[in-house]
């Protein structure tokens, strides 16, 4: 059971919007910054948003992200085939068991 | 170009423990970056291990510190992980990657910028 919780699987036909949740808590998403994490089949994940919503060199801003309280979202527009991909959310937990979490990640499938 | 290549058996036996090794090259691993460790189990979601800086500061993940321990060599640039007593769940893709952490008056910054292309350890008789 992951300390941030994801929906398994989202779809959405090219071209289209989807959003993907990560829900946490006050240790957690509530007080530290959130990242997003895209992994293609067998690849290594690779990073796509740090710090809540900024983007690395390179990544399109097709890929967008925000937090809330203690939930983050993932945005991606303009679905491509190429981004049918496992997606992540990670952030530092700051309770007495501290150290980094990760979401147990979400299935995308771009119809 | 900033690189790194985990390296290690790929089959440990149960009860023993399982090494490997990150090789960094195009770059120092005195920089201003923390080195992490990264599992996943086959079909699985991502799990972090622990992190080490250059001067030998480490964080585990409480629910494994009793068996991990990560070590840097700087004279060879590369860092090192060792798991005890494993069983056949920590049969994972093993990731090394440069984590960056920070803290602000907001939060901890946490994330990784760069990774290995990861090694299968399967723990089997």
Redesign the interface.
């Known amino acids: 059971q992951?300390v941030l919780t994801q929906p398994p699987s989202v779809s959405a036909a090219p071209g289209q919007k989807v959003t993907i949740s990560c829900s946490g808590s006050s240790s957690n998403i509530g007080?530290?910054?959130v990242?997003w994490?895209q992994q293609l089949p067998g690849?290594?994940?690779?990073?796509l948003i740090?710090?809540n919503n900024k983007r690395?060199s390179g990544i399109p801003d097709r890929f967008s992200g925000s937090k809330s309280g203690t939930s983050a979202t993932l945005g991606i527009t303009g679905l491509q085939t190429g981004d049918e991909a496992d997606y992540?959310c990670?952030?530092?937990d700051?309770s007495l068991?501290?150290?980094?979490?990760?979401?147990?990640?979400t299935k995308l499938t771009v119809l | 170009q900033v690189q790194l290549q985990e390296s290690g058996p790929g089959l440990v036996k149960p009860s023993g423990t399982l090494s490997l090794t990150c090789a960094v090259s195009g770059g120092s691993i005195s920089s201003s970056n923390w080195w992490s460790w990264v599992r996943q189990p086959p079909g699985k979601g991502l799990e972090w291990i622990g992190e080490i800086y250059h001067s030998g500061s480490t964080n585990y993940n409480p629910s494994l510190k009793s068996r991990v321990t990560i070590s840097v060599d700087k004279s060879k640039n590369q860092f090192s992980l060792k798991l005890s007593s494993v069983t056949a769940a920590d049969t994972a893709v093993y990731y090394c990657a440069r984590d960056h952490i920070y803290y602000d008056s907001s939060g901890y910054f946490w994330y990784f910028d760069l990774w290995g292309r990861g090694t299968l350890v399967t723990v089997s008789s």
């Open positions: 992951s007080n530290n910054y990242s994490y690849t290594a994940p690779k990073l740090y710090e690395p992540y990670g952030t530092w700051s068991s501290a150290g980094g979490v990760f979401g147990g990640g």
